[in-house]
């Protein structure tokens, strides 16, 4: 990853328009798969809900009478309807609710997102477009944008400077296909989708701010 790459640039029609030269050392001078791992796992986890919960036996309804006399029935001696080995009963390893999240450091974190778009880059998985912007929300003028760009019918995640409310409308409803400003990408969502389409812009803020 030493050399540098040149990403064409396309305009909405699909025309190539220019270039964009970078360097992808300059994001990550390498790429550790380790660190990749660590911090998706860690998103992956954070997304959990930790709910799961089943009851124990002081928690399920039940009589607390001993269920027959101790001797002289022939039977193994039990004292409670709610034991875990009859039916009706508690768990004996019940689920309690669990917070599963936790935190990476930032430093690495930062480091395991340019890692990852330099991955995407370096795979020519990230395709550039000059500007991206729509006078009223229109999901047909973004599919025709995709269609055009030969990015129809695969997962991609749409990277753009800035929030704007008329791009997220258009791009929402569309199947596999989210969008994010840069100041929120991390190594999960830039990993996930099978593409990445960037603005030229939003590559310049993802260089300085990340």
Same mark, same amino acid.
């Given at each position: *990853?030493?050399?540098? &790459?040149?990403?064409?640039?396309?305009?909405?029609? /699909?025309?190539?328009?220019?270039?964009?030269?970078?360097?992808?050392?300059?994001? =990550?001078?390498?790429?550790?798969?380790?660190?990749?791992?660590?911090?998706?796992?860690?998103?992956?986890? @954070?997304?959990?809900?930790? !709910?799961?919960?089943?009851?124990?036996?002081?928690?399920?309804?039940?009589?607390?009478?001993?269920?027959? $006399?101790?001797?002289?029935? /022939? @039977?193994?001696?039990?004292?409670?309807?709610? !034991?875990?080995?009859?039916?009706?009963?508690?768990?004996?390893?019940?689920?309690?609710?669990?917070?599963?999240?936790?935190?990476?450091?930032?430093? &690495?974190?930062?480091?395991?997102? $340019?890692?990852?778009?330099?991955?995407?880059? #370096?795979?020519?998985?990230?395709?550039?477009?000059? !500007?991206?912007?729509?006078?009223?929300?229109?999901?047909?003028? *973004?599919?025709?944008?995709?269609? #055009?760009?030969?990015? /129809?019918? %695969?997962?991609?995640? %749409? &990277? %753009?400077?800035?929030?704007?409310?008329?791009?997220?409308?258009?791009?929402?409803?569309?199947? @596999?296909?989210?969008?994010?400003?840069? #100041?929120?990408?991390?190594?999960? @969502?830039?990993?996930?989708?099978?593409?990445?389409? *960037?603005? =030229?812009? &939003?590559?310049?803020?993802?260089?300085?701010?990340?």
């Amino acid at each position: *990853m030493k050399e540098m &790459a040149t990403l064409p640039i396309y305009d909405r029609s /699909g025309a190539e328009v220019g270039t964009y030269e970078i360097d992808p050392a300059q994001l =990550a001078p390498r790429i550790s798969k380790q660190l990749l791992h660590d911090a998706v796992v860690m998103y992956q986890n @954070n997304l959990r809900q930790g !709910s799961a919960k089943t009851k124990t036996r002081a928690e399920v309804a039940g009589t607390t009478k001993k269920m027959y $006399r101790q001797k002289g029935t /022939g @039977n193994a001696r039990a004292g409670s309807r709610r !034991s875990g080995i009859r039916r009706g009963g508690g768990h004996i390893h019940a689920r309690q609710p669990r917070d599963w999240s936790y935190r990476l450091p930032k430093k &690495a974190l930062r480091i395991a997102t $340019r890692m990852a778009l330099a991955s995407k880059i #370096a795979d020519k998985q990230v395709t550039l477009i000059d !500007s991206l912007s729509f006078e009223q929300p229109k999901t047909r003028d *973004m599919l025709a944008v995709l269609k #055009a760009l030969k990015l /129809g019918g %695969v997962s991609l995640l %749409v &990277a %753009v400077p800035g929030y704007d409310l008329n791009v997220y409308k258009s791009i929402r409803n569309l199947a @596999n296909v989210s969008v994010l400003p840069v #100041a929120e990408l991390n190594a999960l @969502n830039v990993l996930h989708p099978r593409r990445l389409l *960037m603005t =030229a812009s &939003a590559l310049d803020a993802f260089r300085e701010k990340i």
